[in-house]
């Protein structure tokens, strides 16, 4: 017999399978990724398919993102459920923290599924066309796909744990200013007051800044695995002097991506527990 781990999580990366917004999330991030992969040519007045390498560049943006949105209302819409569902769910003889975890992995199998048709299909289609060089530059951007639906996930989790099953609406609201702040408003936020900072406090903020944010983390750690330093803007480039090196800072943003993984699902199995259902 299955744990209730696993009977939760199969349960919910059944339901995420069959449901029409992840079948319509795989089709666009698929069309989305073939489409950088094929046109990457046509501005510099070319024709073909890019190779893995241009491909995994031209993709880092999409995937910073589209994958974090997704992740914060699936992992919204999944936790915080309909009135009368979270008294069903968590009147199971089951611990909450295991019902989350279970909820939290099926969703994670779900989105994964989705994007791995996505990269699949371009990767497929650069392979044929362009060769396999590069394709580890290719699979490191999909780990850092991979990474960022975890991280968002668990931030959902917290969002959606405080009041399960109540305040939907407002939960995908707050899940909305999360992704707007942490993708878009943060940087623009690090990169003003650096600016009018001195040269050694301002290099010390956007060092920060790349910890701080899970966002930042993966894309400077993808670019350096994809492209090492000459794709870093000012704040990689002060990170890499701060870390001493490329091994250094692969260190440091692991250890930020690590972090952003455990600690939001900690937070959100905390708050569950003493949450009033």
Known sequence: MRSPLMAFAGQELVLAVRSRWTQIFAAVFGVLAFAVAA???????GRGVQDFART?????QLVILLVPLTSLLFG????????????LVFSQPVSRRTILLGKLLGQFLALAAAQALGFGAAGAAIS????DEG??????????????TAIF?????VVAAGSPGRRRARALAVALAIWFAAVVLFDVAALTAASLLRSGTASRLLIVSVLVNPVDAVRTGTLLGIEGVTAFGAASLAFLRFTHGAR????????SVL????????????RLERADI
Do not use: H, K, N
Request: hydrophobic content about 70%; cysteine-free; overall charge negative.
């Open 39 to 45: 046109s990457g040519y046509i501005l510099s007045g």
């Open 259 to 270: 972090f952003w993984v455990v600690v939001p699902v900690w937070i959100a199995a905390w």
């Open 135 to 148: 394709a580890a530059r290719f699979l490191l951007l999909a780990a850092g796909s991979l990474a960022l």
């Open 56 to 60: 995994s560049v031209s993709l880092v």
């Open 248 to 255: 250094g800072a692969a260190l440091a943003i692991g250890v």
């Open 153 to 157: 996930l668990g931030i959902a989790a």
């Open 76 to 87: 919204v819409m999944t936790l915080a459920a309909e009135p009368g569902a979270a008294e």
């Open 128 to 131: 044929w066309q362009a060769g």
